[in-house]
T-cell receptor, first 114, second 111 residues
Framework: GAVVSQHPSWVICKSGTSVKIECRSL??????MFWYRQFPKQSLMLMAT?????????EQGVEKDKFLINHASLTLSTLTVTSAHPEDSSFYIC??????????FGPGTRLTVT | GQNIDQPTEMTATEGAIVQINCTYQ??????LFWYQQHAGEAPTFLSY????GLEEKGRFSSFLSRSKGYSYLLLKELQMKDSASYLC????????????FGRGTSLIVHP
């Protein structure tokens, strides 16, 4: 089946630093990947849609200069949280679209900003 | 826009049956998903409904009524491992085919 990996699975960083999270589709190519953020006991909130070879489409209220997304290949998308602050601490999940109606989620990255 | 409503929490007994409801309001509709998410893990796909009716898959069944903007997930023969959050997600129309998630229903199964 379709497998999506994320790295790292968890990261702790200091306020003001930047963190990069990788999302890879391991056994298929994904022209479209999604980045979500999930706070405790809340649902998945879509941050942006990442399309290979083009600029990401950000959801309303998501700062594109703070959350940098790069989809450089058909199997890799990265999310960089720049100048992280404690309020950015969250569970970040990516998913890769296999078809119009199918997407597979990565295992998530737990970010803690101190 | 889209509005998706699910109960926040439900409890049930091992071996029992539980129904988790989801209501939605959307200007366009391309189907509804149910996902299971254990704490600290990514969601896993359970079902996708685009036509009215009931679809059964083992212990899990999903029902959709497009005219009522309503779906439910039915879990039979509950097991302790079914304790998880269940997310209802509606697929947007308009060409982008991006799912919008509800808040999720936390199901607690006790002995």
């Amino acid at each position: 089946g379709a497998v999506v990996s994320q790295h790292p699975s968890w990261v702790i960083c200091k306020s003001g630093t930047s963190v990069k999270i990788e999302c890879r589709s391991l056994d298929f190519q994904a022209t479209t990947m999604f980045w979500y953020r999930q706070f405790p006991k809340q649902s998945l909130m879509l941050m942006a849609t990442s399309n290979e070879g083009s600029k990401a489409t950000y959801e309303q209220g998501v700062e594109k200069d703070k959350f940098l997304i790069n989809h450089a290949s058909l199997t890799l998308s990265t999310l960089t949280v720049t100048s992280a602050h404690p309020e950015d601490s969250s569970f970040y999940i990516c998913s890769a679209r296999v078809s119009t109606y199918e997407q597979y989620f990565g295992p998530g990255t737990r970010l803690t900003v101190t | 826009g889209q509005n998706i409503d699910q109960p926040t929490e439900m409890t049930a007994t091992e071996g029992a049956i539980v129904q988790i409801n989801c209501t939605y309001q959307t200007s366009g509709f391309n189907g509804l998903f149910w996902y299971q998410q254990h704490a600290g893990e990514a969601p896993t796909f359970l079902s996708y409904n685009v036509l009215d009716g009931l679809e059964e898959k083992g212990r899990f069944s999903s029902f959709l009524s497009r005219s009522k903007g309503y779906s439910y997930l039915l879990l039979k023969e509950l097991q302790m491992k079914d304790s998880a959050s269940y997310l209802c997600a509606v697929l947007r129309s308009g060409g982008s085919y991006i799912p919008t998630f509800g808040r999720g229903t936390s199901l607690i199964v006790h002995p």
